[in-house]
């Protein structure tokens, strides 16, 4: 089954660690996507990667890390430095790079709380 | 900056009722614009979405979008919404390498 895969699916952290959000997809997608879910937010893009060991800071990045060393993955760190981590993460992948006609595919989601 | 807004952001209807959800996008260049929607405890997944081409898209469950470029809108609209259908509507557009979400409308569709 081609798809998106994100873990854990709940997670829960305490404040001042760090924590890692894993995304793996198996559609042969170059680019790949981390967006935030808050209530009346809508997704805000967190980080995007076009291409493998190339990644772009979104709208909200400050307190965010990732990696892109294979295509198939995408990991999130959440670190620290994060003011208000607790939200809902979604990882999304798109089939072509630099050019339209493209449609994102989502993962289930990775919801985390800072306790 | 580009951007995408919709302006309804909780919508109650009684089954049969018809809807109507507007989203204006607000960059130039190439427009591809999608509808997501996303079921309770489920993931997002694609209801239409428009490249070029026709302006009035038809999507999946009965849904449609009119691309209106003179007004830089992409309203999903659907003749009659049933108890199922209660979820929330992501409107979308992708430029730059990005996809740029709206806020999102819950649907509460009432038995």
């Known amino acids: 089954d081609g798809g998106i895969t994100q873990s854990p699916k709940y997670l829960f952290r305490k404040e001042g660690q760090n924590v890692t959000l894993s995304c793996e997809q198996n559609?042969?997608?170059?680019?790949m996507y981390w967006y935030r879910q808050d209530p009346g937010q809508g997704l805000r893009l967190i980080y995007y990667?076009?291409?493998?060991?190339?990644?772009q800071k979104g709208d909200i990045a400050e307190g965010y890390s990732v990696s892109r060393e294979k295509k198939e993955s995408f990991p999130l760190t959440v670190t620290s430095a994060q003011k208000n981590p607790t939200a809902f993460y979604l990882c999304?992948?798109?089939?072509?790079?630099?050019?339209?006609?493209?449609?994102?595919?989502f993962g289930q989601g990775t919801r985390l709380t800072v306790v | 900056a580009q951007s995408v807004s919709q302006h309804n952001h909780h919508v109650i209807l009684s089954e049969a009722a018809s809807l109507e959800l507007g989203c204006n996008y607000s960059?130039?260049?190439?427009?591809?614009l999608f509808w997501y929607v996303q079921y309770p405890g489920q993931h997002l997944q694609l209801l239409l979405k428009?490249?070029?081409?026709?302006?009035l898209v038809k999507g999946i469950k009965g849904f449609e979008a009119e691309f209106i470029k003179s007004k830089f809108s992409f309203n999903l609209r659907k003749p009659s919404v049933q108890w199922s259908d209660t979820a929330e509507y992501f409107c979308?557009?992708?430029?730059?390498?990005?996809?740029?979400f709206g806020s999102g409308t819950k649907l509460n569709v009432k038995p």
């Open positions: 999304a992948s798109s089939a072509t790079q630099g050019r339209g006609n493209t449609e994102a595919f």
């Open positions: 559609l042969n997608h170059d680019a």
């Open positions: 990667s076009q291409i493998v060991n190339d990644f």
């Open positions: 960059y130039g260049g190439t427009v591809n």
């Open positions: 428009y490249f070029s081409g026709d302006p």
């Open positions: 979308a557009g992708y430029n730059f390498n990005k996809f740029y």
